[in-house]
């Protein structure tokens, strides 16, 4: 006993480059060592963070308006975060002060697509990576003939998915867009979602939407989000629907990922 | 509609039907309110508890909280119902109930025998006025055992399931985790696989190499790659090596169309995978093992379908398991925090719901394990955790997850750890199943030490040279 060391290291540990998996991390008696102990206990901090950090909706509506977006704010009927957590309904819908800030003049035209950011479960995501994700998407769009008819994009707080059916549906908007801040995973404090819905209106489900998920530089790129997002709208658009009879079918970008030896339990190298 | 009251001091609460009662009573959720069936206050809470256990059991064989005629899953419960089991506590109420299931009238054989001559519908509706302790102690009396390859819920053990989730399912992550799990001593239930996608092909791929590892090493387990139960049913007709069906499933037919299954498709799969005849025959008596079902639940799964027909969510979570023992699974977990904070709103929530579905499933004679976990928007942490996975460990889990260092990169949720399964072996004496601690001791991973078999210091050849080649290849 005298010789064995109080953290027994685990050999194995170099095999964590196949995969994100907190692999090899090693004992003391049979208990986590206390690194790999910290280093989970600050991810789970930096992912709560996320959950209940509010919207800096100011610096994010400047930086829409330099890309030359106006801005129009909402809250959701989940007055604050508590509420929100407990009650899905309720960001689902938009508080009676939104929903009357939203509704156009009359004789407004309809509009191709409406564009609405939601905080949803991070806001962190849609600070970091809405905007610069939306500008990829606008110059993939620039090109298209007829051009785009944007309505007012809105930034929405306390919000849900579904919300953008109240909003498109408001606004006149042939197709809503909702970036939205996703469930904080233990190493992705920050993914962005992407939902497009054809028609927009309340009541619509899950599967009449068109998802991309996991969009950050570390995730699914900007380029890589931004080109798949445009070829669906294009679709949306010309074929006129969208959801599971939508299939993605945008060609591929290539992986930047490099080549990985391979693994296997059945004598070092794969088989296959 | 029969409507109960029930009087405190000068006022008198009425519930509706039974469905409001058991509601009411219901220990409070996020998930009840959000359904509207939440009592309103603490005192109504306890009013309803109070007229509950004045109910005779029997009562809840006739008024019935999801209509017989329109829900498969009631007429599976009723029909099947043995009347000569449940002799032993018919006279009994609710309250009488609790009572004679902590009395000693009430130990391994004689809970056993009554598991068949009980509903969902009693032991949710005992479960609502027992305490945590209350559903350790009863719980720790049954005992439950199934096999496949190995011997799951033997007294003193306890298993685990080996979770090698990858976000891609490439390969290579997968081996390295599953690699992590048995060389930390887990995979004794079963080494399952949530996949990436229900891609047909990449289902297939996954269920050979997890078979591949199970033959090359010999290990006294199974797998699992739980898709869909079609997709399980397709692979089979490929030839796929398929040990044990998955499927998640809940307390109500409409519940269980959301998942796309009926008891029928169910039935279809089990006779599927036992024509395949995959389990090994045991020495001690002769017999395969032909538990081949392997089931997910959670309470909140029919609110979110929809299918809930106004009761209460841990009503309905009972309802399943009436579902799951139907079909005989070697393995049922409640995947207990995954649904979120709208359901199960922070730990104590999360831990109270832990123990009732571990309870419940028990006495109705399932082989319970649990998925010890929490999301990140869920008021809980590690230590929220480790209080319900000593609990669950006291009151005699079958098995647990594992999965390296508590965090699934493909779920996005945290779970139990591969570490936290030794210490539970280690604090409480518990040990693997037999089969699977005499491999662990063969291949030289595990020793017999203080307080059962311990992890060694040093790999066995056979794994240190199978890092030295992987090493050599780079």
């Not at chain 2, 109070?50 to 009562?59: G, S, V």
């Not at chain 2, 239930?189 to 269920?207: E, F, H, K, S, Y």
Request: net charge negative; glycine share 8%; proline share 6%.
């Amino acid at each position: 006993m005298a010789n064995t060391p109080i953290v027994i290291g685990n050999p194995w540990a170099e095999l964590r480059r196949h995969t994100p998996a907190r692999i090899g991390l090693g004992r003391a008696g049979i208990s986590l060592p206390t690194a790999p102990l910290l280093d989970f206990q600050l991810a789970h901090a930096q992912a709560r963070d996320a959950v209940h950090r509010s919207l800096d909706a100011a610096t994010c509506a400047a930086q829409l308006q330099a890309l030359g977006l106006h801005t129009l704010h909402a809250h959701s009927a989940a007055a604050n975060r508590g509420i929100y957590l407990q009650r899905p309904d309720l960001g689902r819908r938009l508080d009676a002060a939104s929903a009357a800030a939203l509704e156009p003049p009359p004789n407004s035209p309809r509009y191709d697509l409406a564009v609405v950011i939601v905080d949803g479960l991070s806001a962190l995501a849609v600070e970091r990576h809405a905007v610069p994700f939306l500008a990829a998407l606008l110059t993939a769009l620039a090109a298209d003939n007829p051009p785009w008819q944007l309505s007012p994009t809105v930034l929405v707080q306390q919000g849900r998915v579904a919300i953008g059916d109240e909003i498109g549906e408001t606004l006149n908007a042939d197709l809503v867009l909702v970036l939205i801040g996703e469930r904080p995973g233990l190493s992705s404090p920050d993914s962005l979602g992407l939902y497009l819905t054809g028609s927009p209106r309340p009541g619509r489900t899950d599967a009449e939407r068109n998802c991309i998920s996991n969009i950050r530089p570390e995730g699914l790129p900007y380029p890589e989000a931004a080109h798949r997002s445009a070829w669906l709208l294009r679709q949306a658009r010309s074929r006129q629907l969208t959801g599971v009879m939508l299939k993605d079918e945008s060609s591929p970008v290539a992986s930047l990922a490099g080549p990985v030896s391979e693994f296997s339990l059945i004598g070092g190298l794969l088989g296959e | 509609m029969a409507r109960y009251q029930q009087r405190i001091g000068m006022r008198t609460y009425v519930f509706d039907d039974l469905a409001m009662l058991m509601a009411h009573a219901s220990p409070e959720r996020s998930g009840d309110h959000l359904a509207g069936v939440a009592a309103d206050s603490a005192e109504a809470r306890v009013a309803a508890q109070l007229a509950l256990a004045e109910l005779p059991l029997a009562r809840l064989l006739e008024d019935l909280v999801v209509p017989y005629e329109i829900d498969e899953v009631t007429r599976l419960i009723i029909d099947n119902h043995d009347a000569v089991a449940f002799a032993p506590v018919a006279g009994l109420s609710v309250g009488q109930f609790r009572e004679w299931l902590l009395s000693d009238h009430a130990d391994s054989t004689s809970l056993a025998a009554l598991a068949p001559g009980l509903t969902p519908e009693m032991v949710a509706a005992v479960s609502k006025i027992m305490r945590n302790q209350d559903l350790i102690a009863v719980a720790r009396k049954c005992q439950v055992q199934t096999r496949f390859r190995g011997t799951i819920g033997l007294p003193g053990r306890l298993s685990t399931r080996l979770q090698p989730n990858h976000p891609t399912d490439d390969a290579s992550g997968i081996a390295a985790s599953t690699l992590d799990g048995l060389l930390y001593g887990s995979g004794d239930a079963v080494i399952g696989i949530n996949p990436a996608t229900d891609n047909l092909p990449q289902v297939i791929r996954l269920l050979q190499l997890l078979d591949g590892v199970i033959q090359h090493y010999n290990i006294p387990t199974q797998s699992c790659v739980l898709t869909h139960v079609t997709n399980t049913l397709h692979a089979i007709e490929r030839g796929a090596p398929v040990d044990l069906v998955f499927q998640s499933i809940g307390g109500t037919e409409r519940t269980n169309r959301s998942f796309g299954i009926d008891l029928a498709l169910l039935a279809e799969a089990r006779a599927a995978a036992l024509s395949l005849q995959r389990g090994s025959v045991f020495a001690d008596d002769g017999q395969r093992g032909e538990h081949v079902m392997y089931f997910e639940t959670g309470q909140g799964s029919a609110l979110s379908a929809n299918g809930h027909h106004g009761c209460d969510q841990q009503t309905i979570e009972a309802r399943a398991y009436a579902v799951a023992r139907h079909f005989k699974p070697l393995l049922v977990n409640t995947v207990v925090g995954f649904i979120g904070p709208e359901y199960l709103y922070d730990g104590k929530q999360i831990i109270r719901a832990g123990l009732e579905d571990h309870f419940c499933a028990k006495l109705l004679g399932l082989p319970m394990g649990c998925d010890i976990c929490y999301t990140n928007h869920a008021e809980a942490d590690q230590n929220d955790m480790d209080v319900l996975l000593t609990l669950l460990g006291v009151a005699g889990c079958s098995f647990i997850m594992g999965i390296p260092g508590s965090d699934d990169v493909m779920l996005n949720y945290q779970t139990t750890s591969f570490h936290d399964a030794l210490y539970l072996r280690r604090v409480l004496g518990l040990r693997p199943a037999p089969e699977f601690e005499a491999w662990l001791e063969n291949v030289g991973l595990f020793a017999v030490g203080s307080g059962g078999s311990q992890p060694l210091a040093q790999l066995p050849p056979r794994f240190a040279q199978l890092l030295a080649d992987t090493s050599g290849n780079l």
